[in-house]
């Protein structure tokens, strides 16, 4: 370990406990009002022009995978409340959780089941509208149902889209991309779940398998699509793109809210919990979710103990300029979905100046909440979503914050998200294997 993170270690006690592989909660001193920050990477006019876009593939979507007609072609998930897993989490987990525990539901997203299917399919979908577009086959006035046409399959077919995944990003991708008829590629780091990798190659996906992490997978794919003029190469660790399609769920979720008739204003906070890997997709909900609840939202990132990149980059104010093995610490997780070494390096400033603080947890209570989501609530999300819990876990920490927040008097009206990022596509002997490997 250089001398340099030494001295984080010295000045940031939350550091030196992660670098412990000890569960710890940091709280962002540095988080800004919305009405003080000036964020010009990603505008309103952007996130508007992507709920624009979703709104134009619906009728294709529809058609294209019939789970998605009873919305309308949307996809979006159920905002559910949790009141079982609430006492549960106070009565066996140590929480304090005042106000109302609610599960968001990505883990039920159609199409993919993941909280990946908003950045992922958006993208691809952007990517496919652009082609059309420059080719004279598709104009935004259109309907796209032409989409599901067999002349635009054979015209996707001439070009390749290739991503980077640990697994639920390349799901998503390799999924909707193979139904346009594109050729896909999914780079996949050795964190990949078998079964993702036997799903994506029966959807028709070229899966490439590798024996390092994810950074490395992303590395290679990029290099393999620079080798092919008629490639596009999905880029997690910096793509606008995704992060525009992970934005949108938050006026999704409003509308959500204002159908249950819970308005959040400075009576009523938001807390909402993302599990973080590599940090697009809680990057991109808790930015959507600032620009529409402002200063009443409050955001908080989760990771497991051994792969805290984002915690690491933040709180160090480096973001991709360090990951998790200069600080000595593997990178290695159950919580596939959240296997990454080094945050974005796109992602970690733009949210910085929002986040509310940063959780970690260790493995073996995801098992243990995965459980307990089931048995109280008969919901099954991977281990990595429930990730989404640990900093309601940390009940002095959060007490903490509420009350530097000046939320003590409103605390009981609070309203908890936890995001739940995955777990449908699971087949039935892996939830098998997942449950067995509860410690008793």
């Known amino acids: 370990m250089n001398t340099d993170i030494e001295k984080y270690l010295e000045k940031n006690i939350e550091i030196a406990d992660a670098v412990q592989l000890k569960e710890v909660f940091w709280l962002n001193t540095d988080k800004k009002s919305i009405s003080q920050v000036q964020i010009t990477e990603v505008s309103e006019e952007q996130i508007e022009d992507a709920e624009s876009r979703w709104q134009r593939f619906a009728t294709y979507l529809s058609i294209a995978f019939p789970e998605t007609k009873e919305n309308n072609g949307i996809v979006e998930s159920p905002l559910r409340k949790i009141l079982n897993m609430q006492e549960c989490l106070n009565l066996q987990f140590g929480s304090d959780i005042k106000g109302e525990l609610y599960l968001k539901m990505d883990s039920h997203l159609p199409i993919s089941g993941s909280i990946k299917a908003r950045g992922g399919i958006y993208e691809v979908l952007k990517h496919a509208e652009i082609l059309a577009i420059e080719h004279n086959l598709l104009k935004e006035t259109d309907n796209y149902a032409i989409l599901a046409d067999e002349k635009f399959r054979k015209f996707f077919g001439q070009y390749t889209i290739q991503v980077g995944s640990t697994g639920?990003?390349?799901?998503?991708i390799g999924i909707m991309s193979a139904k346009l008829g594109f050729e896909v590629i999914v780079h996949m780091s050795a964190d990949a779940k078998q079964w993702?990798?036997?799903?994506?190659?029966?959807r028709g996906?070229?899966?490439i398998e590798y024996q390092s992490d994810y950074c490395v997978a992303?590395?290679?794919?990029?290099?393999?699509s620079?080798?092919?003029?008629?490639?596009?190469f999905v880029d997690d660790e910096n793509s606008v793109d995704l992060f525009l399609g992970y934005s949108v769920a938050a006026k999704r979720l409003k509308q959500q809210l204002d159908e249950q008739s819970i308005v959040i204003n400075e009576n009523k906070p938001l807390f909402v919990y993302l599990p973080c890997g590599i940090g697009g997709a809680p990057g991109g909900v808790a930015y959507g979710l600032k620009q529409v609840f402002g200063d009443h939202v409050?955001?908080?990132f989760t990771e497991p103990t051994e792969a805290c990149c984002m915690l690491l980059g933040v709180?160090?104010?480096l973001h991709d300029k360090v990951s998790v093995q200069d600080f000595g610490i593997s990178g290695k997780t159950e919580a596939d979905g959240l296997a990454v070494g080094r945050?974005?390096?796109f992602v970690g400033r733009v949210i910085a100046p929002y986040l509310s603080g940063i959780a970690t947890i260790e493995d073996n209570k995801l098992y243990q909440l995965m459980d307990s989501l089931k048995k109280t609530e008969d919901i099954f999300i991977e281990p990595s979503a429930c990730a989404s819990f640990a900093a309601l876990m940390k009940s002095d920490k959060l007490n903490q914050y509420i009350k530097c927040n000046g939320l003590e008097s409103v605390a009981h009206n609070a309203i908890h998200i936890a995001w739940a990022t995955g777990g449908s596509m699971v087949p039935e002997y892996m939830i098998q294997e997942y449950l067995s490997k509860v410690s008793k």
């Open 168 to 172: 639920n990003l390349g799901m998503s």
């Open 196 to 202: 993702k990798k036997d799903l994506l190659r029966s």
């Open 205 to 207: 996906a070229t899966v």
């Open 218 to 224: 992303v590395e290679q794919g990029r290099k393999e």
């Open 226 to 232: 620079m080798k092919n003029p008629n490639s596009y």
């Open 298 to 300: 409050h955001c908080f």
């Open 315 to 317: 709180a160090t104010g």
């Open 343 to 345: 945050p974005s390096a």
